[in-house]
């Protein structure tokens, strides 16, 4: 128990087990809990107490940047920088630019909220003492981690490990730095 | 039909992982595999040697000419646009309406819209004569003092196409990056393992990650669902705006979506239905999703026949005699094999779909699923070419009759579409793992998808 770790590792074989230790181990006051599933769970976000995301915020300001953008690039173009007279229609001539308008808008809120996603979740990133565990590969398969973090304040390894041990999970592993 | 379930036999989650994975990772190739990918590498020689031919000697090598100036190239263009509406349509409009089956298709569907629309963008940059300027429908500022014409339908076209491809790679991707994690997991060798790692950008599959990638991904369908009814509308109005005969007309926009869907669905099935064979998917993509996408495409296609009579009632209601006149151009003209083959494979043949048995047949669907491709390529033919070759005065009428490189072209493209499907299969999971892990746990938890 000398060499620093990353935090303290269960496996479960079933999703229901993994939302109920989380809810557990939230409730008997870990603060640091995480939880690692092959698919998307309800209810674990709420269970590791994931507080709501930002990303459809920032989809929201990258679609009205995209629109807003776009429209000013085609009224720039044809009233300021280079107005041309065709047949009499004014130079703003807004309907014919709502269809570049509408399509600038789509891809930045996509772009937007892509990327808002991936930078919130900390990714791209390549190395994680996670995967340090061997057990872990199967995190992508068919197995559901509960990981108790070692940063979090007052935590004591020994505690943990009977905390975890009275989840039953099939195995419970150090996670190295 | 909600008691059969979406997964056939005995599947579990470590089951489905490596059943998908490892056709990616460890079965061996097939036979067969191997002499369609030969097959069609052959075929994609041809395109891109005749698109190498095609510039240096220009566009007067296909049968294009005054007044026919849009020829197989714009229609190819359109078709094969709207075959990749059906992918978008699979993972945007059923993912927002929760249609759990389409679990097991989108992945290969949004492969499909990929290189669909990707064949699509190439068609106009041949057309223009001197591709390589095709640059200049991009805004930047510049030398030359001039800016697109914003008021111009081929410039919304350029918008609405590349805006449609990137958002589309970006579905694409954000749906794979899980996958990749698990070939990265379950890879064979270290090389595979660091680019599927790569690529997998160090995903680990942790609760707010999946929470906010659900958010995202769900934000992604709403925002791709308009861009399936947009680009194909944009396409119709490059159509619509102009004043011939044949293309001036305020039904095009939902007639082209609708067509889309149509030869788009076809399409799936006529990659679904080997796929599933020779991979041994049969659990995974059941008769019940064939049966699903033959009834889009019924009803897609009664849409498209309601354009049909919509076209002609139009033209006859509008008492116009150049509309009249393309109409029964259309009807008795030099193209009138055209128009009456567009009517035998769009309209009537598909009516079998209403039959249980049709739907539930592999062959007859997979046969539909080609003519309902072949009545579409014609429809767009029929549109382009006709429409053009007799306008207002007679004296300027012509006829266009494709050279050897119009068909070289339009069969090249096919091959190369198949040959990057044929490699995708091999390279990336072609059924969406997670999803299919999950539909399993609702399984299990008792929630009938």
Redesign the interface.
């Known amino acids: 128990m000398s060499a620093p770790i990353y935090g303290l590792m269960a496996e479960f074989a079933s999703?229901d087990k993994l939302v109920a230790a989380?809810r557990e181990a939230r409730e008997s006051g870990h603060p640091r809990v995480?939880?690692?599933?092959?698919?998307?769970?309800e209810g674990?976000?709420d269970?590791?107490g994931?507080a709501g995301?930002r990303?459809?915020l920032a989809?929201l300001i990258g679609g009205i940047v995209g629109g807003g953008g776009g429209f000013f690039?085609?009224w720039y173009?044809?009233v300021i920088?280079?107005p041309i007279n065709?047949g009499g229609?004014p130079p703003n001539?807004w309907p014919?630019?709502i269809?570049?308008t509408?399509?600038?808008t789509?891809?930045f809120?996509?772009?937007t909220?892509?990327v808002?996603?991936?930078v919130?979740?900390g990714?791209?990133?390549?190395?994680?003492p996670?995967?340090n565990v061997r057990e872990?590969?199967?995190?992508?398969?068919?197995r559901f981690f509960l990981c108790l973090r070692a940063d979090a304040p007052k935590f004591d390894a020994a505690q943990a490990r009977r905390f975890l041990e009275r989840l039953e999970p099939l195995k419970i592993v150090e996670v190295p730095l | 039909m909600a008691s059969t379930p979406l997964i056939r036999g005995r599947w579990?989650?470590?089951s489905i992982?490596?059943k998908i994975a490892d056709i990616v990772l460890r079965r061996p190739t097939h036979w067969i595999w191997g002499v369609g990918l030969l097959v069609t590498l052959v075929m994609s020689v041809f395109f891109f040697g005749a698109m190498g031919y095609l510039f240096t000697r220009g566009v007067g090598i296909w049968g294009v000419n005054i007044p026919v100036a849009w020829g197989f190239a714009i229609g190819n263009f359109v078709w094969w646009i709207g075959i990749g509406h059906a992918g978008t349509f699979i993972s945007a409009f059923l993912l927002l309406l929760r249609q759990k089956w389409r679990n097991s298709i989108n992945r290969f569907a949004e492969a499909m819209t990929l290189f669909a629309a990707g064949i699509a963008g190439i068609w106009p940059i041949l057309h223009v004569g001197r591709p390589w300027f095709a640059y200049w429908l991009v805004?930047y500022p510049n030398v030359m003092?001039?800016?697109?014409q914003?008021?111009s339908p081929l410039?919304?076209d350029f918008?609405?196409i590349s805006?449609y491809l990137?958002?589309s790679l970006?579905?694409w991707y954000?749906g794979l990056v899980?996958d990749l994690?698990?070939l990265?997991?379950?890879a064979t060798s270290k090389t595979k393992a660091m680019v599927y790692?790569?690529f997998a950008?160090?995903?680990?599959?942790?609760?707010?990650?999946?929470?906010?990638?659900?958010?995202?991904y769900l934000?992604?369908g709403g925002?791709?669902a308009?861009?399936v009814v947009?680009v194909h509308s944009?396409v119709s109005?490059d159509f619509a705006v102009g004043n011939t005969p044949g293309y001036h007309s305020t039904i095009f926009p939902p007639y082209f979506v609708a067509g889309a869907l149509y030869s788009g669905f076809a399409m799936v099935l006529t990659l679904a239905i080997p796929m599933r064979h020779f991979f041994g998917l049969e659990d995974f993509i059941t008769k019940r999703h064939l049966d699903n996408a033959a009834k889009i495409m019924l009803a897609t296609g009664l849409i498209v026949a309601y354009g049909y009579c919509m076209e002609v009632f139009t033209a006859f209601y509008s008492n116009d005699e150049y509309e009249i006149g393309m109409t029964m151009n259309r009807f008795f003209g030099p193209y009138a094999f055209v128009y009456w083959g567009v009517i035998t494979c769009n309209v009537v043949i598909p009516q079998l779909l209403w039959f249980r048995f049709a739907r539930y047949n592999v062959w007859i669907l997979f046969a539909l699923s080609l003519v309902i491709q072949l009545g579409m390529w014609s429809e767009r033919f029929m549109i382009v070419v006709t429409s053009l070759s007799r306008d207002f005065l007679p004296s300027s009428w012509g006829l266009f009759v494709p050279s050897i490189w119009d068909v070289t072209m339009l069969i090249g493209s096919i091959g190369f579409f198949f040959f990057l499907f044929l490699c995708f299969i091999r390279v990336l999971p072609a059924i969406t793992i997670?999803?299919m892990?999950?539909l399993k746990?609702e399984e299990l938890e008792g929630r009938q998808p």
């Open positions: 999703a989380a995480e939880a690692y599933s092959p698919f998307p769970i674990l976000d269970a590791v994931f995301s990303v459809p989809t690039l085609q173009a044809a920088d280079y065709i229609r001539s014919a630019f269809p570049i509408f399509e600038m789509v891809l809120a996509a772009l909220a892509v808002a996603m991936f919130a979740n990714l791209p990133k390549l190395r994680h996670v995967f872990f590969d199967h995190s992508t398969r068919n | 579990g989650y470590a992982t490596d805004p003092n001039y800016w697109p914003w008021r410039v919304w918008f609405a805006t990137i958002v970006v579905f954000v899980p994690a698990t990265r997991d379950r790692g790569f950008l160090g995903w680990r599959g942790e609760a707010r990650h999946w929470a906010r990638y659900e958010i995202a934000l992604l925002l791709a308009p861009l947009s944009i109005l997670f999803e892990r999950e746990h």
